[in-house]
């Protein structure tokens, strides 16, 4: 069965550094991979998407997110946190069913607090 | 939140009524999803649809149901028959050729 994994609950990072949040992944043929953003009491925002191509995806607000396939990974990246980052992430994959109906599989979440 | 518009924003429900949950898009976007959001829980699938008149249970279908009459609407009902209906509750939206979903703002219902 498709799954994903968000190994952290929480990372805390000041503001200024790198930040990475983690996704693990399981799938069955190509993944498709997908980052989204959800700040507090909004629905989620999509950052970006590995469909295929380039490893390294760039998206929305400075993201980046490298696939890595004998990793089975999709780590989220930025090169320089800001306070306004803090929020919480989803990592998603798509599952698609012998049917050709898809749907998609999300992580539980990872929470991002980026310190002044 | 995009083209997407769901309403109340918040709602609250005695214990045994069923209430609907409106969730509408301009985005002519085929497919249609409604989730469940819990604290520590992420997301879990309530149910999706593909095309207009047909749709699929998710992973938490019980006590709830949908209908898909029109490619911009996918209201979701839920029942007294759903033991815990107390969450917030997102409805989402994609284009096929693109695959990213697109979600609303979400509706709280409290249930007493």
């Known amino acids: 069965a498709q799954s994903v994994a968000q190994p952290e609950d929480q990372v805390n990072v000041a503001e200024g550094n790198p930040l990475t949040v983690k996704c693990t992944y399981s799938?069955?043929?190509?993944?498709?991979l997908f980052w989204y953003v959800q700040y507090p009491n909004r629905g989620l925002q999509f950052l970006l998407k590995y469909i295929t191509g380039d490893n390294l995806v760039k998206g929305s607000y400075g993201f980046e997110a490298e696939f890595n396939k004998s990793q089975t990974s999709f780590h989220l990246k930025k090169p320089s946190a800001l306070v306004s980052d803090s929020a919480l992430y989803f990592c998603?994959?798509?599952?698609?069913?012998?049917?050709?109906?898809?749907?998609?599989?999300f992580g539980t979440g990872t929470r991002l607090k980026v310190l002044a | 939140d995009g083209g997407i518009t769901q309403s109340p924003k918040y709602l609250f429900r005695k214990e045994g009524q069923n209430v609907t949950l409106s969730c509408e898009q301009n985005?002519?976007?085929?497919?249609m999803y409604w989730y469940r959001q819990d604290p520590g829980q992420g997301l879990r699938l309530i149910y999706y649809s593909q095309i207009v008149n047909d749709f699929q249970k998710g992973d938490i279908a019980e006590g709830y149901s949908v209908s898909r009459e029109k490619k911009e609407s996918f209201p979701l009902t839920v029942t007294s028959a759903q033991k815990n209906p107390t969450a917030f509750y997102l409805c989402?939206?994609?284009?096929?050729?693109?695959?990213?979903?697109?979600f609303g703002p979400g509706t709280r219902l409290t249930v007493t």
């Open positions: 989402a939206s994609s284009l096929t050729s693109t695959y990213e979903q697109y």
């Open positions: 998603a994959v798509r599952d698609i069913k012998a049917s050709g109906t898809y749907k998609y599989i």
């Open positions: 985005l002519n976007h085929d497919a």
């Open positions: 799938v069955s043929g190509n993944p498709y």
